[in-house]
């Protein structure tokens, strides 16, 4: 049976707080990607995520709290970490920090790692959440492993939705792809994956050069893209024209014809781009066609980030 889509009031967000006090799984929307979350002090909740997900090796998670006083109590926030806190905090920022000794986090939410990945979301249903159960709470996307994430609560009721006991509906995700990871246990920055604040942001708050750099993790085998993010047609990545078969995922005003097109932004923004993507591509994701064309996407900004994704959805399965 699939789990209830709630409006974000206050009793249903009191629903839900209790349910996830119990040890449940509850998806909510933040400001970049649907989550599905538990008790992150929990390891039974945790790995009931991991499960749900269906996540073939104990990729750690990040945990989101309510504020960076709330991060205190469970990470060392370094200097480094509170610039950066207090500039992208609440957002789509995620800070890899040592762990606290008894910081209470469940060990498998870092994948048995002495590091947590930390953050602040701004969206008011996951900050009600927050507030209301008191947790720290762990939320991978909501998508099955592997899958694209969720912008909408129909993306997640559609794959998730036996799975939790609630969905939260925020409506449409703002920033549209998930949060910038970057990891502060070495004397430089160095970002593990790129996201919704970019490595030009960064760099201007820390008055440092910061290197984009691609989602990396201990279980993961150096130079090989993981096949992520994927839709069930192959991608035909930096396409300039459409062959027979080919639905478009187009950018920019002046896409080449096609049978059905979806522009993740005529007017070239890239945040309009980023917002889209997830969505378009399901959409374009039929059994009418045989693979998806997309458009060159510029390798700037928020770009960074959307071109990640693309690859990692284009990648060998
Ligand atoms: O936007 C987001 O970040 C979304 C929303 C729901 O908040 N969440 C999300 O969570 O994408 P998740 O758990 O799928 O992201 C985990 C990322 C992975 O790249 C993982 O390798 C990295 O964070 N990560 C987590 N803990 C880490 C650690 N201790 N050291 C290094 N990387 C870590
Ligand atoms: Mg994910």
Known sequence: MSA??????????????????????VAFPTETVYGLGGDATSDRAVAAIYAAKGRPSFNPLIVHVASLAAAGKLVEVTPLAETLARKFWPGALTLVLPRKPHCGLSLLVSAGLDSAAIRVPAHPAAQGLLSMSGLPLAAPSANPSGKMSPTRAEHVAATLGDKVAAIIDGGPCEVGIESTVVSLLNATPKILRPGGVTAEQLGEALQMTIEAGSETGPLRSPGQLESHYAPILPLRLNADSVVAGEALLAFGAKPPAAPLTLNLSSGGDLQEAAANLFAMLRELDRPDFTRIAVMPIPETGLGVAINDRLRRAAAPR
């Open 4 to 25: 209830p889509i709630l409006e974000p009031t206050a009793a249903n967000l009191a629903q839900a707080a209790t349910a996830l006090r119990e040890g449940k799984l």
